[in-house]
């Protein structure tokens, strides 16, 4: 039975509360199911996104995703895609909009339009004059259609732009050019990026931000050192996304917004899903990463000789010393932290040194389930943009967590497989790498990640001398330790002792 693969495309979110979506859906499975065709689980979609400006042809978007997944042959040749109409697909130019379906049908795929159930294959294109004009005057049409929304809402913007003050404030990252245009202050642009870079790909708060900025002697546009309040106001200010709001009243409680946002009256320095995804963390009411990292690195990964989690007892004034104690006083004797992580660090390294890269390539395989991953990103971003605006469909959310733990269970995957083909032959150990810059909260994160990457379980062994640590290795370590000369895993418990004391 042939496989179908459903593409679904419109414009504005707004298109999500009404009936855009549903008729889509329903056209698609009603099609398969007269047919013959069987849907296939991955599908893709651009939902609020733009085929005028060819955005959903852009990498993390669903239509690049599945071209990358046609050309890498993830989709195989004679299958089918349905869409509703060939606008969906694209409104780029008659011509490039022309020569993306001949591109998709001259891999195999033949194309199917739910609309009036036209199916279009490479041979019917080029050897129908009467298909070819009619799919050249649809895709004419939708890009003019796309065309004069655009010219109108351009005109719209402009006037907006012109009726603003043009002596207005400006952020502290922009300055105005010789010939009054707003332009950066490269210097100062770079810093906000930096913000944005450290709230969404390290998690990091305002406190940890401001913190690291300072460390690092980066200087605020005021004053000599960055205040966690100001951090927190750049990332929640829309200027950076070139948002400008009109205001009234002094500053205070006394200001308030006037009038619609202007879009486009600054230039961008952060794009808008970075922006999105910042400002979430933030109202996030989930637990926030620690501002100075994870004060234990054996955290739910260490057990006491009884069998009892090891926990850690912050430094007091009895104690003069951080330390690891068994959860239930079972009376083995604590363990001095300090010098417990940087034996175990110095031991464990050495045991990572011993591997080899005998595993073999499968970047391919990599390759493929990041591209899924990617497809299902770009979709819960799609839901969650739709939901950031106040359209909650229950459907929609559902989905959305759905496809979270799709993702997840994807991300695992590629995880485990990582760290069986990963080498340090010839390159500085990462685990010693991370430890030796600690201090800094980003990289004891890092390092917190990599053992329980690399590590199951760890036992403490108290019938040795000194006491050591019995770590259990993860299957996939296990497996490119202990290969044999032929390749093959040799028969071992995937226990390794590790000194914790003198």
């Known amino acids: 039975m042939p496989l179908a693969y459903s593409y679904i495309r419109f414009s504005t979110p707004d298109q999500l509360a009404g009936d855009s979506l549903r008729r889509q859906t329903d056209a698609t499975s009603d099609y398969c199911s007269r047919k013959g065709l069987q849907l296939a689980e991955e ?76 199916e279009y294959t490479h041979s019917s294109l080029m050897g129908d004059m009467s298909q070819l004009m009619m799919s050249l005057m649809s895709l004419f049409v939708g890009h003019e259609e796309s065309k004069r929304k655009s010219l109108r809402l351009s005109q719209v913007w402009d006037q907006k732009r012109k009726n603003a003050d043009t002596k207005i404030a400006l952020p502290f990252w922009l300055t105005r050019g010789e010939n009054g245009q707003l332009v950066e202050i490269a210097k100062e642009a770079k810093v906000v990026r930096l913000i944005f870079a450290l709230a969404v790909d390290e998690g990091l708060g305002a406190r940890a931000i401001a913190r690291h900025l300072n460390d690092h002697r980066y200087l605020p546009p005021r004053g000599t050192r960055w205040q966690h309040s100001s951090v927190a106001r750049i990332l929640q200010n829309q200027s950076v996304i070139g948002v400008y709001q009109p205001h009234q009243g002094s500053r205070g409680v006394n200001r308030k917004p006037i009038g619609q946002p202007i879009k486009d009256f600054y230039p961008m320095v952060v794009d808008e899903l970075s922006f999105i995804k910042a400002n979430r963390t933030r109202r996030s009411s989930g637990p926030k990463p620690a501002a100075t990292g994870p004060r234990n690195l054996f955290s739910s990964l260490a057990y006491c000789s009884c069998g009892s989690s090891l926990h850690f007892k912050r430094l007091s004034i009895r104690d003069k010393e951080d330390r690891l104690v068994c959860a239930v006083r079972c009376g083995e004797p604590s363990l001095k932290y300090g010098i417990t992580e940087a034996l175990f660090i110095n031991g464990f390294s050495e045991l990572l ?35 950031e605006q106040g359209l909650e469909i229950p459907d929609l959310i559902q989905r959305a967590k759905a496809l979270q733990v799709e993702e997840q269970e994807l991300q695992a995957t590629i995880d485990e497989m990582r760290v069986s083909q990963s080498t340090f032959s010839g390159s500085k150990n990462p685990i010693v790498d991370f430890w030796m810059e600690a201090n800094n909260p980003i990289y004891r994160r890092r390092l917190s990640a990599e053992l329980t990457r690399w590590v199951e379980r760890i036992d403490l062994c108290n019938k040795e001398t000194p006491r050591s640590f019995a770590v259990h290795l993860k299957p996939a370590i296990r497996s490119r330790l202990y290969e044999d000369a032929s390749g093959r895993e040799a028969q071992h418990d995937g226990v390794v002792k590790v000194a914790v004391e003198f």
């Open 43 to 118: 599908n893709y979609a651009d939902l609020g996104v733009s085929g005028f400006s060819g955005k959903n042809l852009q990498e993390g978007y669903g239509l690049n995703a599945f071209l990358e997944a046609v050309k890498s042959g993830a989709i195989p040749s004679g299958s089918y895609l349905l869409i509703e109409a060939l606008d969906r697909l694209t409104r780029l130019n008659p011509l490039d909009a022309l020569d993306l379906l001949r591109r998709i049908l001259e891999s195999g795929v033949n194309v199917v339009t739910l609309q009036d159930e036209r």
């Open 353 to 387: 040194d011993q591997i080899h890269n005998r595993s073999s390539d499968n970047s391919k395989d990599i390759a493929e389930i990041e591209l899924a991953i990617e497809s299902k990103r770009k979709a819960i971003t799609n839901i969650v943009a739709a939901i």
